[in-house]
C-alpha cells in the first residue's frame, strides 16, 4: 500500500507520514511533502479555499507529481479537489487531520467510491480551554489592563467598571453543544453556573449530562450573561445572529465567538459593541483574516481580538495525525470507525473489496 502524506507548517508532513507508520496495514511506501510552510501563505491560502473549495487552486503539484497509485491521502489544509482526485486513480480513502473538510471534494470522492475521514474534536481541548480564558479576559477587562500597563497607564476605569462580573451564579449560554461545548460546559462547571443550550442536532441525554436545559435562540439570548459560539458554519446558520437576535442580548451580556465569523453578521455585532448595547464580546475568528492596521474593530474599547489561535496547542497538533489514523485503523480492523464522512461508500462492492484486499495483508 502506498501513502501520500501532505502537510504545511501548521503539522509538517514528516509529523503526518511518522503517524502514517501506525497504519495498521503496514505501508510499503510513503510520500511525504508540505503543501505551504509560510504561516503567513498558509493562512492566506486556506481562508481563500474554506471560502470558495478545493477548487479555489489548481491541482497542487505535492498531488500532480505524486506516484500514480497511492491508496491513501493524509491531509490537513491541503486542496482535493475534483480534479486532484482524478490525478490519483488507485486512490481509496482521504484522510483530513482537522474537523473542517472545506478543503475536500467530499461529494465528488463519494461519487468515486473513496472513504473520506475527518478527525472530531481534535482541539476541542485547546479551544474549550481558550474559550474559558476568553470570558475572563473580556468581563475582568485582563487583556485591556495588561495593553495599559505596559504602555506606562496604570489604567482602573472600564467601559463595565460599574457592571463587572464574578461567574458564579450567572448564566451561560452555549450555541452549539457538541464536543467543544461539551468541554466548556464541564470546564465551566466549577464556576457554578446556569447552562442553557441552543443546539438542534444533539440529544437529550447529552445535555442533561451537564445539567443544562435546552432552550430556543431566542430563549438564550434573552436570558444569558455570557454567549459562547461552538458551531460549524454551514449554509443553514451563516449569519445566525444578526441586529434582530443581538437586540435580544442584555445590556450586561457578553459574546464569544471561538468557532467562525460568519455565525454572526458583522455590521450588526460592531454597531450593537460601539452603541454599547451589550457588554462586550470576545473574538477569535474574523470575518477577513488578518485585520487591517486600520480596522474598525481596533476603536472599540469593549471588545478583546485574538488571532485565530484558539485550537492552537502543542498537543492539539501532534496528536492530530495520530487520531486520525486510530480512526482509519478501526476501519481497516472492521472495529466501528467513529468519524467516517460519507459512511455509504462502505456499500459499494469495489470499496469491499479493497477493505477485504487490506484485512488480508
Same mark, same amino acid.
Request: glycine share 6%; proline share 3%; charged share 25%.
Given at each position: 500500500?502506498?501513502?501520500? /502524506?501532505?502537510?504545511?507548517?501548521?503539522?509538517?508532513?514528516?509529523?503526518?507520514?511518522?503517524?502514517?507508520?501506525?497504519?495498521?496495514?503496514?505501508?510499503?511506501?510513503?510520500?511525504?511533502?508540505?503543501?505551504?510552510?509560510?504561516?503567513?501563505?498558509?493562512?492566506?491560502?486556506?481562508?481563500?479555499?474554506?471560502?470558495?473549495?478545493?477548487?479555489?487552486?489548481?491541482?497542487?503539484?505535492?498531488?500532480?507529481?505524486?506516484?500514480?497509485?497511492?491508496? @491513501?491521502?493524509?491531509?490537513?489544509? /491541503?486542496?482535493?479537489?475534483?480534479?486532484?482526485?482524478?490525478?490519483?486513480?488507485?486512490?481509496?480513502?482521504?484522510?483530513?487531520?482537522?474537523? %473542517?473538510?472545506?478543503?475536500?471534494?467530499?461529494? =465528488?470522492?463519494?461519487?468515486? %467510491?473513496?472513504?473520506?475521514?475527518?478527525?472530531?474534536?481534535?482541539?476541542?481541548?485547546?479551544?474549550?480551554?481558550?474559550? @474559558?480564558?476568553?470570558?475572563?479576559?473580556?468581563?475582568?477587562?485582563?487583556?485591556?489592563?495588561?495593553?495599559?500597563?505596559?504602555?506606562?497607564?496604570?489604567?482602573?476605569?472600564?467601559?463595565?467598571?460599574?457592571?463587572?462580573?464574578?461567574?458564579?451564579?450567572?448564566?451561560?449560554?452555549?450555541?452549539?453543544?457538541?464536543?467543544? %461545548?461539551?468541554?466548556?460546559?464541564?470546564?465551566?462547571?466549577?464556576?457554578?453556573?446556569?447552562?442553557?443550550?441552543?443546539?438542534? =442536532?444533539?440529544?437529550?441525554?447529552?445535555?442533561?449530562? =451537564?445539567?443544562? !436545559?435546552?432552550?430556543?435562540?431566542?430563549?438564550?439570548?434573552?436570558?444569558?450573561?455570557? @454567549?459562547?459560539?461552538?458551531?460549524?458554519?454551514?449554509?443553514?446558520?451563516?449569519?445566525?445572529?444578526?441586529?434582530?437576535?443581538?437586540? /435580544?442580548?442584555?445590556?450586561?451580556? =457578553?459574546?464569544?465567538?471561538?468557532?467562525?465569523?460568519?455565525?454572526?453578521?458583522?455590521?450588526?455585532?460592531?454597531?450593537?459593541?460601539?452603541?454599547?448595547?451589550?457588554?462586550?464580546?470576545?473574538?477569535?475568528?474574523?470575518?477577513?483574516?488578518?485585520?487591517?492596521?486600520?480596522?474598525?474593530?481596533?476603536?472599540?474599547?469593549?471588545?478583546?481580538?485574538?488571532?485565530?489561535?484558539?485550537?492552537?496547542?502543542?498537543?492539539?497538533?501532534? !496528536?492530530?495525525?495520530?487520531?486520525?489514523?486510530?480512526?482509519?485503523?478501526?476501519?481497516?480492523?472492521?472495529?466501528?470507525?467513529?468519524?467516517?464522512?460519507?459512511?455509504?461508500?462502505?456499500?459499494?462492492?469495489?470499496?469491499?473489496?479493497?477493505?477485504?484486499?487490506?484485512?488480508?495483508?
Amino acid at each position: 500500500m502506498k501513502v501520500l /502524506c501532505i502537510g504545511d507548517t501548521m503539522i509538517p508532513g514528516k509529523n503526518i507520514a511518522k503517524a502514517a507508520k501506525e497504519l495498521q496495514v503496514k505501508p510499503n511506501y510513503i510520500e511525504m511533502d508540505d503543501w505551504e510552510t509560510d504561516w503567513n501563505k498558509l493562512q492566506d491560502r486556506r481562508l481563500v479555499i474554506e471560502k470558495q473549495g478545493p477548487s479555489a487552486e489548481k491541482v497542487v503539484p505535492q498531488i500532480a507529481n505524486a506516484s500514480k497509485d497511492i491508496e @491513501i491521502l493524509l491531509v490537513l489544509f /491541503c486542496p482535493v479537489s475534483q480534479e486532484a482526485i482524478e490525478t490519483l486513480p488507485e486512490l481509496k480513502l482521504i484522510g483530513a487531520s482537522r474537523a %473542517g473538510l472545506e478543503n475536500i471534494d467530499v461529494d =465528488y470522492a463519494t461519487k468515486k %467510491g473513496i472513504v473520506v475521514h475527518n478527525i472530531q474534536g481534535r482541539n476541542a481541548q485547546a479551544v474549550s480551554d481558550y474559550t @474559558i480564558g476568553l470570558i475572563l479576559a473580556e468581563a475582568r477587562n485582563i487583556a485591556r489592563s495588561h495593553t495599559a500597563v505596559k504602555n506606562g497607564i496604570w489604567r482602573k476605569n472600564f467601559f463595565n467598571s460599574d457592571m463587572i462580573p464574578e461567574l458564579q451564579g450567572k448564566t451561560v449560554g452555549l450555541i452549539g453543544f457538541g464536543f467543544i %461545548g461539551q468541554l466548556v460546559a464541564q470546564k465551566l462547571s466549577g464556576f457554578r453556573i446556569n447552562l442553557l443550550v441552543f443546539d438542534p =442536532y444533539v440529544n437529550d441525554d447529552d445535555i442533561q449530562k =451537564y445539567q443544562a !436545559k435546552r432552550v430556543s435562540l431566542e430563549d438564550l439570548l434573552k436570558n444569558s450573561d455570557f @454567549i459562547s459560539l461552538h458551531a460549524r458554519l454551514s449554509q443553514e446558520n451563516k449569519d445566525l445572529l444578526g441586529e434582530k437576535e443581538l437586540s /435580544c442580548m442584555k445590556k450586561s451580556a =457578553y459574546l464569544i465567538n471561538t468557532a467562525r465569523a460568519g455565525l454572526i453578521q458583522e455590521d450588526a455585532l460592531f454597531e450593537s459593541l460601539k452603541g454599547q448595547k451589550i457588554a462586550g464580546a470576545a473574538l477569535d475568528v474574523f470575518w477577513q483574516e488578518p485585520i487591517t492596521k486600520n480596522s474598525r474593530w481596533l476603536t472599540l474599547d469593549n471588545v478583546t481580538l485574538t488571532s485565530h489561535i484558539a485550537g492552537t496547542t502543542t498537543e492539539a497538533l501532534t !496528536k492530530s495525525p495520530f487520531l486520525l489514523v486510530q480512526d482509519i485503523n478501526r476501519l481497516l480492523e472492521d472495529n466501528h470507525p467513529r468519524f467516517i464522512v460519507n459512511p455509504e461508500v462502505l456499500e459499494k462492492i469495489e470499496v469491499q473489496k479493497w477493505l477485504e484486499k487490506v484485512r488480508r495483508a
